[in-house]
């Protein structure tokens, strides 16, 4: 579907050949807080656009809140209480949560795993350009951080590719290539107290059960066993969820940002240059997620009437955040759609920045990313992409999901 500025933000078809850009940049010039019509099955909703009312509604969770649902999809208060995670909880019950979770992803600790990730990123790279033509989204984007999943979770490494399967069809609901069970597609109420209403949610809830119940061989010094050894443990379906949350958020996100640096770097061969100058290894990551921005809105619920732009949000009406139209806000970032790796400072919205649902895996990622790009380039003088990049089908989570690649 072409992109003609005037793009259905409802459609998941309207995204699967990318991010419609042009479409975000019409609304951000002439139309930052837009309404869009919902059909039989999801009422509509409002569109913010713009960084600067974004940044204010991820702050004023007291009225723009999460404690209604973070995606489109309609909720009745049972599924939301059956499948909700401490991000579809508002402050002071999300704090509460986050510090049970939150120490294994702070700065320190994941900073000590810098030698683990590269040594994963050696492997991984040495494997694929023995290949000289391959996947870069298989054989690397993909596979670096669902290894990593398993180190900081502590899981088997034999269960990992099929976690990653389902993890997949969770958060790929609506693309076929991930799911026989596409969201738009079929019905899916069967479903509906599962973790993205999908069968593969069922099984991913067995298989934390497993753990729980100490069936399942996990690392000690991973974060689900000192989950399960601390007073501070979750209750069961909190666990489940949560888990269910790590083996989806964990993977693709991650995946979709290496996907979108390597994408980059095959299209503009000058990044490799400035990457190999050392300049800007502190600040590539950044800006490599910002024009990746793989999960691209959260949903927020308004509490209240709110005025916005001479917009009159009623109470009840559901508000999406478009980040990854604000982290191109021309406003905001010079050149928004240009890479410029040293880009400082880079105020994107990837992570969800500015309120207190940011991302608790953030420095994990950009780890992941800067560590795999240097490994890659000592051993990688060039990337030639081969054919065009394949999209996920997702108003949700956008990435390149498939790139062939020549190296040298």
């Not at 900081?152 to 990653?164: F, N, R």
């Not at 994990?364 to 054919?387: C, D, F, G, M, T």
């Amino acid at each position: 579907m072409q992109d003609d500025g005037h793009l259905n933000l409802m459609s998941h078809d309207s995204f699967a050949h990318g991010v419609p850009h042009k479409t975000f940049e019409r609304l951000r010039k002439t139309d930052p807080v837009s309404w869009t019509d919902g059909d039989s099955d999801t009422k509509g909703f409002w569109s913010l656009t713009r960084h600067a009312d974004i940044s204010l509604a991820n702050r004023e969770s007291q009225i723009f809140s999460s404690a209604q649902g973070i995606r489109l999809e309609d909720q009745s208060r049972e599924e939301y209480l059956a499948r909700r995670t401490f991000q579809e909880t508002d402050t002071p019950e999300h704090a509460v949560i986050r510090r049970k979770v939150n120490p294994p992803f702070a700065v320190r600790p994941i900073a000590e795993y810098e030698s683990v990730v590269r040594t994963l990123a050696t492997d991984m790279v040495e494997k694929a350009k023995t290949e000289k033509e391959f996947d870069a989204v298989d054989a690397i984007a993909k596979q670096l951080p669902m290894m990593m999943l398993g180190r900081i979770l502590g899981l088997p490494d034999e269960d990992l590719h099929w976690l990653v399967e389902k993890g997949d069809a969770l958060i790929g609901n609506s693309d076929p290539d991930f799911t026989e069970n596409v969201i738009d597609k079929v019905d899916s109420s069967a479903y509906r107290m599962m973790p993205f209403r999908s069968p593969a949610g069922v099984e991913l809830y067995d298989y934390a059960a497993e753990i729980m119940a100490g069936r399942k061989q996990l690392e000690q010094q991973g974060l689900l066993a000192q989950m399960l050894d601390s007073d501070a443990v979750l209750d069961e379906l909190e666990f489940k969820n949560f888990f269910c949350l790590l083996i989806a958020a964990g993977n693709d996100t991650t995946r979709y940002s290496i996907a979108m640096a390597i994408y980059l770097l095959s299209q503009h061969p000058e990044l490799i240059t400035q990457l190999n100058s050392g300049s800007c290894w502190d600040t590539c990551a950044d800006e490599f997620i910002r024009l990746a921005s793989p999960t691209m809105h959260f949903r927020r619920t308004a509490t209240q009437d709110y005025e916005l732009h001479n917009k009159r949000i009623r109470e009840g009406d559901k508000v999406l955040l478009w980040f990854v139209s604000g982290s191109r806000d021309e406003a905001v970032f010079d050149n928004p759609h240009q890479a410029i790796l040293d880009r400082k400072p880079n105020r994107h919205l990837a992570f969800g920045q500015g309120g207190p649902h940011v991302c608790l895996g953030r420095h994990l990622a950009k780890l992941e990313v800067q560590v795999l790009l240097q490994e890659l380039l000592k051993r990688v003088s060039s990337i030639e992409a081969i054919e065009e990049p394949e999209w996920t089908r997702s108003n949700f989570i956008c990435g390149v999901k498939r790139l062939r690649v020549r190296v040298a």
